[in-house]
């Protein structure tokens, strides 16, 4: 039987598994570290803080959420493959095999210790309530076995009445978003050392504004749609300006998801570029986010794409590709209408986005 999948069960021939990973580890450790592709990610510093952030992440939503088999297995691939930046939330039902993947791939010896990996999580709207934020924060690092995370986000600028998550969101549990009590709550998860950094998800230009006025540490991270059909470009100028690094995701348009379209993966001009250049059509998305300078986060549970997707930095789009692709006309492909409603704080999607949509 392959070690892998007798790790995944826990015992062989009656050898215990504890017992295995302390004298027969090294041996299999070596094998994994031959096997492992030579790819390091290159990183970026946030403006906030000296720590480095891996530009390529591995995003961990998966539809319907927490429906997908052996997530933690897929995790373990993707640590072996070499991607050390892992995106996860409350919403995603993905932060306990993320947790149980880190300690697997410490004990297995794939990292030497947890400060190699960047590890994000989210607060989900429920708990966006001043008296919420730090307990919210407390169950996730519960569900990760972790002391810290590298990044908490505010998931939306949106409230919704305290309590579980349910879904799909009820209209009438929308509230008004305190900027000033939740932001308060993420700074003091910060200052707990809870939280190496504090953002925000899903803010327009408008909305960082405001969130800025009120911020004694400003948010180091803006985690948003962002991929050749949604190019974000006023709110990149923003951004850059302010010192915010941005994050994208759905790169590849979250095809098949209910936040996702398709129109991504079938963009004419995308595919034409791809065949020229022997690429696959969601490397050249890749590509092109890495190349405007923010972390893209991507999410795949297949070992082949996951391989592809790290594929992308020893080549390069020319001038000519890049023009091609910044006249491709935008449509965002996430409108958030679950947060619009008439008795809401948010009466249609222009005014969630600020008319950024
Ligand atoms: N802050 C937010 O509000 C927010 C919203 C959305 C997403 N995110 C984060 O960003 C991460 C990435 O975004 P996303 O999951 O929305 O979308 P995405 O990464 O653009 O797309 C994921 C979809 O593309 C498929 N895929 C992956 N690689 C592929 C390839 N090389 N060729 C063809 N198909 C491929 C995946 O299927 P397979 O798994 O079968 O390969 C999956 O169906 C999320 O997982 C999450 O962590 C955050």
Redesign the pocket.
């Known amino acids: 039987m392959p070690i892998e999948i007798w790790l995944q069960q826990g015992s062989i021939y009656g050898m215990k598994k504890d017992w295995f990973l302390k004298f027969w580890s090294p041996l299999y450790r070596e094998k994994i570290q031959r096997n492992m592709a030579n790819i390091t990610v290159p990183e970026t510093r946030l403006i906030t803080n000296g720590k480095a952030i891996p530009l390529l992440?591995?995003?961990?939503?998966?539809?319907p959420f927490g429906s997908a088999e052996n997530v933690k297995e897929r995790l373990l691939d993707a640590i072996q493959l070499g991607y050390r930046h892992f995106?996860?939330?409350s919403l995603?039902q993905?932060e306990q095999p993320l947790g149980k993947a880190v300690a697997e791939a410490l004990e297995l010896g794939l990292i030497n210790s947890r400060e190699e990996l960047f590890i994000s999580t989210?607060l989900w709207c429920t708990d966006a309530h001043g008296n919420r934020v730090i307990p919210a924060l407390q169950r996730s690092l519960k569900n990760l076995g972790l002391e810290y995370v590298d990044l908490y986000?505010l998931?939306?600028p949106v409230a919704l009445k305290a309590g579980e998550c349910k879904l799909p969101v009820l209209k009438e549990d929308l509230l008004p978003f305190d900027y000033d009590g939740v932001w308060k709550a993420m700074e003091e998860c910060h200052k707990l050392g809870l939280a190496r950094r504090i953002g925000v998800?899903?803010f327009s230009c408008k909305k960082l504004e405001k969130l800025l006025s009120v911020a004694e540490i400003p948010p180091a991270v803006n985690?948003?749609?962002m991929?050749p059909l949604w190019q974000q470009q006023k709110l990149r100028e923003f951004c850059k300006e302010k010192g915010i690094h941005v994050t994208a995701?759905?790169?590849?348009?979250?095809?098949?998801?209910f936040?996702?379209t398709n129109r991504?993966?079938e963009c004419e001009v995308l595919q034409e570029i791809a065949k020229a250049k022997g690429k696959?059509?969601?490397?050249i998305?890749l590509r092109w986010v890495y190349e405007q300078g923010v972390s893209v986060?991507?999410?795949?549970?297949?070992t082949e794409?996951?391989k592809?997707?790290l594929e992308i930095f020893d080549w390069n789009l020319s001038l000519k590709e890049l023009n091609k692709i910044r006249q491709i006309p935008q449509k965002k492909g996430?409108a958030g209408l679950e947060f619009v409603s008439q008795d809401g704080p948010y009466k249609s999607p222009e005014e969630l986005w600020d008319e950024e949509i």
Do not use: I
């Not at 992440?57 to 539809?63: L, Q, R």
């Not at 986060?297 to 297949?302: D, Q, T």
């Open positions: 992440g591995f995003g961990t939503a998966e539809h995106d996860s939330a995603y993905s989210k986000l998931h939306f998800s899903n985690q948003v749609e991929n995701y759905s790169p590849l348009g979250a095809k098949g998801s936040w996702g991504v993966m696959t059509l969601a490397q998305c986060l991507v999410k795949s549970f297949n794409r996951m592809e997707n996430f």
